[in-house]
């Protein structure tokens, strides 16, 4: 079995249920109405996107362009932040969920596309602790990773669990090691990576996330046994969530809190 790696952060215990986006399925993406879902529904962290506008803001929005959650045309590399926090981003759910489900959230304030500032205050609010991922626009991992710990790191009290820092573009998780050592950082990847050991020591890792349909237990169990956590997105049906966690999973990252934390009471 592998040693335990000399960690330079607190190894990390994640929830068992995390929310997507705050809670993707039960109120717009990425919104502070989405995080007060999840916080209703009782989980005590959310996961959700920053990106930066076109003046350099981190704002929460997962997409390069601001169609699909705004209904408004525009990359998110060529807007300002003036053209973008008063956007409703309840135009998604609207497409996906229907009109009725949409019509409670349509106009609301909590519906805005939030800043990184107006989110923290919001996760105090309510006492949740935030998987913060880096999700830059092409070319912008490090500067990315460098704006949202910039404004993070003054926001976020020192006697509150720290925020995780997970990125696709692990050059970002190398930015977030040099400016926040002791805050934790999650490796993100779709697939299984080939090379996760290197990786995981190189960027200082402690948790792993990967695409749950690329995980088994052989694999859940040898990152596992090297001292790491593991994460795995987006887990929205019960079935597959008792898979994972007899598998060994600690998180589920997932669009259903609700249903995740209910259906594994049990
Ligand atoms: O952080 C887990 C998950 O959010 C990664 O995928 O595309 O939903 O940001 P995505
Ligand atoms: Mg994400």
Redesign the pocket.
């Given at each position: 079995m592998a040693s335990p790696p000399a960690f330079s952060v607190p190894s990390l215990r994640l929830p068992r249920v995390m929310g997507?986006?705050g809670a993707?399925a039960l109120a717009p993406e990425n919104t502070l109405a989405s995080i007060g879902a999840a916080a209703a529904a009782g989980v005590t962290w959310v996961?959700?996107?920053v990106m930066l506008t076109g003046d350099r803001q981190p704002v929460l929005m997962?997409d390069k362009t601001l169609k699909r959650t705004t209904g408004m045309p525009g990359a998110m590399a060529e807007t300002p932040l003036s053209a973008i926090s008063g956007l409703d981003a309840s135009a998604g759910f609207a497409r996906k969920r229907g009109a009725g489900a949409a019509a409670a959230f349509r106009g609301r304030d909590d519906c805005r596309v939030p800043t990184l500032e107006e989110t923290v205050a919001c996760l105090l609010a309510l006492d949740l602790t935030p998987?913060v991922?880096i999700?830059p626009t092409p070319g912008l991992a490090e500067e990315t990773a460098a704006v949202a710990l910039e404004r993070l790191l003054p926001l976020w009290p020192e006697d509150r669990l720290p925020p995780l820092i997970?990125a696709?573009e692990w050059d970002a998780l190398t930015v977030a090691r040099e400016m926040a050592p002791l805050w934790p950082r999650?490796l993100?990847s779709?697939k299984f990576p080939k090379d996760w050991q290197a990786a995981m020591t190189r960027y200082d890792c402690a948790s792993l996330?990967v695409?749950w349909r690329h995980l088994g237990t052989a694999k859940v169990q040898a990152v596992k046994a090297a001292g790491y956590a593991v994460?795995s997105?987006?887990v929205n049906q019960l079935t597959v969530a008792r898979r994972l966690v007899k598998m060994g999973v600690d998180c589920l990252?997932t669009d259903r809190p609700d249903r995740l934390l209910a259906g594994l009471a049990d």
């Open positions: 997507h986006r993707l996961e959700f996107d997962h998987n991922e999700k997970s696709f999650g993100l779709h996330h695409n994460a997105y987006t990252i």
